[in-house]
């Protein structure tokens, strides 16, 4: 088994990282509103069980998840808190949740009533979020546009209105006039159901806005943010973020290739000089997507090593010509630092074409987690 401990690619998480990007992040949070710290996916990658200690050090009041895994994880790892699902959820998951007392969010008289039957039996009366859409996600969240919408909220809350807490939403874009005319959407739909009903404004934890809403600066009525990619350093490193993830891997073949030779399957690459390749052991099974063919490149020994053709399952060849000291057995860093030179997040995210919160969450679930202090 001593073999199982040598990954072919591995995630290092900096656990210091995630301890500092979270108290900038306290520090951005307007005071007397809160702070949710979102612990979707496994925590963005890094793995619950060990993000949940340090959100306990810095006393995170608040924590939102989306499958019942991520509850049961958030809750071995000693959270009591408030804990709140930030999507619908079928019958079965908010029953198989009612234990670990998970606010749900409900954005449809048919969850509404799902719910009140669940909850009915007596138990302990669990906080409930009514989830608005407002101004395009169309995801989970009741429609308050329509009269239709009016009506299935006045149901809602005839239905379930003495077990709502909270009133949320989740804005599509973040640019400033968009985010603001939403916020003020946002703002008149809270008002309406409040002035619908029994609910008192000061009773209820209004919520609106992510990482990027908090970033943005603008004025938006929430009495707390829900963030989860400002804890990963994904953005703003000119306020101290840093990315806590690396993506590594190692050189496992050496080999010298005549010019003329082809690389990779599909023979899609040609060496235009003599070349000293490496095999490193990742490919798109660890997720290093198929998408980075013959662009990006890797670090062995602190400089750069162009990848070369096409991704195979388990592999990657990088041209080290340049790095006659390279030897098998060196790591490869994917994604992260080494001495002078850095694959950060721009390189990342354009070799990739995708998001970074899309490769830390791909790459923290499909590789071992090796933790940093
Ligand atoms: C994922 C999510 C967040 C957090 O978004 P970030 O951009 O990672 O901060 C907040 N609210 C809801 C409803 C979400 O689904």
Same mark, same amino acid.
């Given at each position: 088994?001593?073999?199982?401990? &040598?990954?072919?690619?591995?995630?290092?998480?900096?656990?210091?990282?995630?301890? /500092?990007?979270?108290?900038?992040?306290?520090?951005?949070?307007?005071?007397?509103?809160?702070?949710?710290?979102?612990? *979707?996916?496994?925590?963005?990658?890094?793995?619950?069980?060990? %993000? #949940?200690?340090?959100?306990?050090?810095?006393? #995170?009041?608040?924590?939102?998840?989306?499958?019942?895994?991520?509850?049961?994880?958030?809750?071995?790892?000693?959270?009591?808190?408030?804990?709140?699902?930030?999507?619908?959820?079928?019958?079965?998951?908010?029953?198989?949740?009612?234990?670990?007392? #998970?606010?749900?969010? #409900?954005?449809?008289?048919?969850?509404?009533?799902?719910?009140?039957?669940?909850?009915?039996?007596?138990?302990?009366?669990?906080?409930?979020?009514?989830?608005?859409?407002?101004?395009?996600?169309?995801?989970?969240?009741?429609?308050?546009?329509?009269?239709?919408?009016?009506?299935?909220?006045?149901?809602?809350?005839?239905?379930?209105?003495?077990?709502?807490?909270?009133?949320?939403?989740?804005?599509?874009?973040?640019?400033? +006039?968009?985010?603001?005319? /939403?916020?003020?959407?946002?703002?008149?739909?809270?008002?309406?159901?409040?002035?619908?009903?029994?609910?008192?404004?000061?009773?209820?934890?209004?919520?609106?806005?992510?990482?990027?809403?908090?970033?943005?600066?603008?004025? +938006?009525?929430?009495?707390?943010?829900?963030?989860?990619?400002?804890?990963?350093?994904?953005? *703003?490193?000119?306020?101290?973020?840093?990315?806590?993830?690396?993506?590594?891997?190692?050189? %496992?073949?050496?080999?010298?290739?005549?010019?003329?030779?082809?690389?990779?399957?599909?023979?899609?690459?040609?060496?235009?000089?003599?070349?000293?390749?490496?095999?490193?052991?990742?490919?798109?099974?660890?997720?290093?997507?198929?998408?980075?063919?013959?662009?990006?490149? %890797?670090? &062995?020994?602190?400089?750069?090593?162009?990848?070369?053709?096409? +991704?195979?399952?388990?592999?990657?060849?990088?041209?080290?010509?340049?790095?006659?000291?390279?030897?098998?057995?060196?790591?490869?860093?994917?994604?992260?630092?080494?001495?002078?030179?850095?694959?950060?997040?721009?390189?990342?995210?354009?070799?990739?074409?995708?998001?970074?919160?899309?490769?830390?969450?791909?790459?923290?679930?499909?590789?071992?987690?090796?933790?940093?202090?």
């Amino acid at each position: 088994m001593a073999q199982a401990s &040598i990954p072919s690619s591995w995630c290092e998480i900096h656990c210091d990282r995630i301890s /500092s990007n979270l108290e900038l992040a306290l520090g951005l949070v307007p005071d007397g509103v809160e702070f949710c710290a979102v612990m *979707k996916a496994d925590a963005y990658g890094h793995g619950i069980g060990r %993000v #949940v200690p340090l959100l306990l050090e810095q006393e #995170v009041g608040c924590i939102g998840v989306t499958s019942n895994a991520e509850v049961r994880a958030v809750r071995e790892a000693g959270f009591s808190g408030r804990l709140i699902r930030l999507r619908a959820a079928t019958p079965e998951e908010m029953a198989g949740a009612l234990a670990d007392h #998970v606010e749900e969010q #409900v954005g449809s008289v048919w969850a509404a009533r799902q719910l009140r039957q669940i909850i009915g039996g007596g138990g302990r009366p669990a906080g409930v979020h009514l989830a608005l859409n407002c101004d395009g996600m169309s995801r989970d969240g009741l429609e308050m546009s329509t009269k239709a919408g009016q009506q299935e909220c006045r149901e809602i809350l005839e239905t379930i209105g003495q077990n709502i807490v909270g009133i949320c939403t989740h804005f599509p874009t973040n640019e400033p +006039v968009p985010l603001g005319q /939403s916020a003020d959407r946002f703002s008149r739909q809270v008002a309406w159901v409040c002035d619908n009903s029994d609910l008192k404004r000061s009773d209820l934890l209004v919520h609106a806005g992510s990482t990027l809403t908090l970033l943005s600066g603008e004025p +938006v009525e929430t009495d707390m943010y829900r963030c989860g990619a400002i804890l990963y350093g994904f953005l *703003k490193p000119e306020l101290g973020f840093r990315a806590t993830m690396e993506l590594k891997s190692r050189v %496992v073949h050496l080999g010298d290739y005549p010019k003329g030779a082809t690389v990779g399957y599909d023979c899609d690459r040609r060496l235009d000089k003599d070349c000293r390749l490496a095999c490193i052991s990742i490919g798109y099974a660890a997720g290093y997507g198929r998408i980075a063919h013959d662009c990006g490149a %890797v670090l &062995i020994r602190g400089k750069r090593a162009p990848v070369l053709g096409k +991704v195979s399952m388990n592999s990657i060849v990088a041209d080290i010509t340049e790095i006659g000291e390279a030897q098998v057995g060196d790591e490869a860093t994917v994604f992260g630092g080494d001495g002078p030179n850095t694959i950060g997040p721009e390189m990342a995210v354009s070799q990739f074409g995708t998001i970074l919160p899309d490769l830390f969450s791909d790459w923290g679930l499909r590789n071992p987690r090796a933790y940093r202090r």
